[in-house]
């Protein structure tokens, strides 16, 4: 059997290589040590649910400042928005389906 040679590349560590052991995302959430300070997270506080970390973008470019996450909308939230603005459904008939309970606002 022949010798094993020493590898003469330097570690990934001496490289200066980033490197941590495997994390789930819920896992590397979870952590405050890794979501507090860190421009990757934000912590969101979502009506109804309340706060906690999430995403954030991970792109960033120069002249275009990183957009914070937004809260997801409510149920029922751009109901009116849409049967009006994109569906062109009239004030009286988006009212009527109100009435009959069809469609619904945030409550």
């Known amino acids: 059997m ?23 995302f819920r896992e590397l959430a979870a952590d405050p040590a890794h979501v507090l300070d860190n421009p ?4 969101l506080d979502q ?8 995403a954030a973008s991970p792109l ?4 275009v400042p990183r957009q914070p996450p937004r809260p997801a909308p409510l149920l029922g939230q751009h109901t009116d ?3 009006s603005g994109i569906l ?3 004030d009286h008939e988006i009212a009527r389906l109100h009435d009959r309970k069809i469609v619904a606002s945030p409550a």
């Open 40 to 43: 990757m997270f934000t912590i």
């Open 47 to 54: 009506p109804g649910i309340g706060r906690y970390p999430v």
């Open 2 to 24: 022949p010798a094993r040679r020493k590898c003469s590349r330097p570690s990934p560590v001496a490289a200066g290589a980033l490197w941590a052991p495997y994390q789930t």
């Open 88 to 90: 062109g459904l009239p």
């Open 60 to 63: 960033q470019f120069g002249a």
């Open 81 to 83: 928005e849409i049967l």
